[in-house]
């Protein structure tokens, strides 16, 4: 089976034929120090793969391209590693890739009830690649933080546990829009919530300011998209314990929960990882934590709990975003398919939040709007939202996952 796959994917990524690595000769030389550098560069990243242990040969093609095909979960891809690197290559792409194999588009397309998978991109060939441009993750960066020789990590690996997360979100998306309530109050799939609103235009919008005073509420025109925020008790103190833990720095995790009717439901906040780097107003969370502590969390609930945006404190009374924070939220926006809300926490001296709605224009542009928030279990209306999973639900869930080819 997994030979199959993989020969199907050596012959649609390349014409060329996948000589089994280790044949080929070495070519470095040790002449040129540039080169022998770029040489060691290339090696780090095939002794890093070969040593992940992936599951799959690395190969490399008679280009002397290095291919890795690997799994997450029940999704295969393919690594490619092109024989420029650590130079972009000839067409001046970036010189590495993963591929979407199993499932292709159209079947990711079919999981996800029709709504296109994210992050997507196609190249000269029509094979479909993961841009890896989403959530708090740049190829594009991380490729020039490397190129410009301040990485100390291979760069497969850090493009390895991005796929992980992007597998992480799209099966949360598989879920939510595969799971019914009971009630006939359902909420809303990602797909459902983008037809029953008009695709967003900047200019429909029209005077919505950028950032909105929080204080200023009063006539305030309502998103339809995101007309209030309701927080669990729970996701409320867990979000205070945090921010109080790390009372002099900026820290700051992930919010899951659900949205039905426009109203979005954070049930739960997580914290941003032992790994998570704090400074004074800045913080950089630990995303295979994140990714790990959503996945744990999530299918702890009998509705497993969608990736709903982000929250952080800032210094002083500061309750806008920094344009930092503007290119998070712009891509946690998008990842997310229909925006996202996106908290600050101040403490004047109180603890203080602020919830906004986040969307992203076609030119990159991100728009804010202000929610109203209100906090409590008492304000879910819906109660299957709280629920925990029974033993039943998870086998249940399991036999779905195994029937669709886990
Ligand atoms: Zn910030």
Redesign the pocket.
Known sequence: MRDERQTLTLHTISTSAGLPFGVMPRVATITDMRKLSDAQLFERERDYLLSANLGFPLRMTADRDLQQPFQVDSFTFLLTIHHTFPRRTERLDLPIRVYLVMPNEEELTRLLSGRRPWDIRHDAGGSAYLACEQGRFSLFQEYSRFSSGRAERPLSEKVLSHVRQWVRGVRCAIESNRKKYPHGTLPPSLRDLNRTVAPFSPAAVGGRAKYTDGRLSAGRKENPRCRRVVLSDRAYIQIYNESRARIRT?TGGLLLGHYENGVWYVVEASDPGINAKFFSAYHEGDDVYENHVCGVISRTYKHPLVFLGMW?R?PGSLDT??S??DVTNGKYAVSAGNGCVSA?VNYDPDFRLTFYYVERGRQGEVYYTRIDTQVGDGYIANKEMMKLATIADVNERDAANDSRGR
């Open positions: 900026e952080h800032h975003f920094s930092t924070d600050i």
